[in-house]
């Protein structure tokens, strides 16, 4: 059972373009919702975080939209660079334990220049 | 941030042969360390849960007696594959959890390519 659902796989973006990711989660127990980026040969580096007690939060060109209702979040790259290319994941775990960290399948982003 | 170093990045070996993958929390002591295998253009899979001084939590699946873990001081755990296979040939990452003052609490490293021949 797939606990966070993340799509696209694959994503395709102009320079300058907004990038956007989605995940889906099914465990209202989760109340962290990390989302990593990893380049090529490299472990995943943290790239923002949300709680559930927010809807949305920002950090430079990135930022987390939180629907607690639908269980859903995403992430926003505004002004997307070729430097932004790299695989995001998004995860979730429950009471801030790094051992329930269950991870999306990836999403591919591609920024072409 | 806090650095979590994992050696070796890529290793090649024979079939039957045992490899073993360190990771280190540089500047910073943990005492729980988190590995995951992640195959190509796939999701990280946790593996086992290390915790200095005691046995690694296994998780569902993983056979302990193949992987074995071992977080002997607060700066070191290593993982084992013993007996490797081809289908043992994954990408292997370790993290660390980093208990201070920071919004960042797990630090990856860099992960190790290991191919079975």
């Known amino acids: 059972q797939q606990q966070v659902k993340q799509s696209p796989q694959s994503l395709i973006v102009q320079k300058g373009g907004i990038s956007i990711i989605n995940c889906a989660y099914e465990?209202?127990?989760?109340?962290?919702f990390p989302w990593y980026q990893q380049f090529p040969g490299k472990g995943p580096a943290l790239l923002i975080a949300?709680?559930?007690?927010?809807s949305e939060k920002k950090e430079g060109r990135f930022t987390i939209s939180f629907n607690k209702s639908a269980k859903q979040f995403s992430l926003h790259i505004m002004d997307s660079q070729p430097g932004d290319s790299a695989t995001y994941f998004c995860?979730?775990?429950?009471?801030?334990?790094?051992?329930?960290?269950?991870f999306g399948k990836g999403t591919m982003l591609l920024v072409s220049p | 941030g806090a650095v979590v170093s994992q050696h070796p990045s890529r290793v090649i070996c024979k079939s039957g042969t045992s490899v073993k993958i360190e990771c280190r929390s540089l500047?910073?002591?943990?005492?729980?360390m988190f590995w995951y295998r992640q195959f190509p253009k796939q999701s990280l899979m946790l593996m086992a849960t290390?915790?200095?001084?005691?046995?690694?939590?296994?998780e569902q699946g993983v056979e302990k007696d193949k992987f074995l873990i071992n977080h002997a001081s607060l700066t070191l755990s290593t993982l084992t594959v013993t007996s490797a296979h081809p289908e043992d040939s994954s990408f292997y990452i370790c993290?660390?959890?980093?208990?201070?003052?920071?919004?960042?609490?797990?630090?990856f490293g860099s992960g190790t390519q290991l191919s079975v021949l």
């Open positions: 993290s660390a959890e980093y208990v201070g003052r920071t919004n960042e609490k797990l630090f």
């Open positions: 465990n209202t127990a989760f109340d962290y």
């Open positions: 949300i709680r559930p007690d927010v």
């Open positions: 995860a979730a775990s429950m009471n801030s334990g790094y051992s329930t960290l269950t």
């Open positions: 500047d910073f002591q943990a005492t729980t």
């Open positions: 290390s915790n200095e001084g005691s046995k690694a939590t296994y």
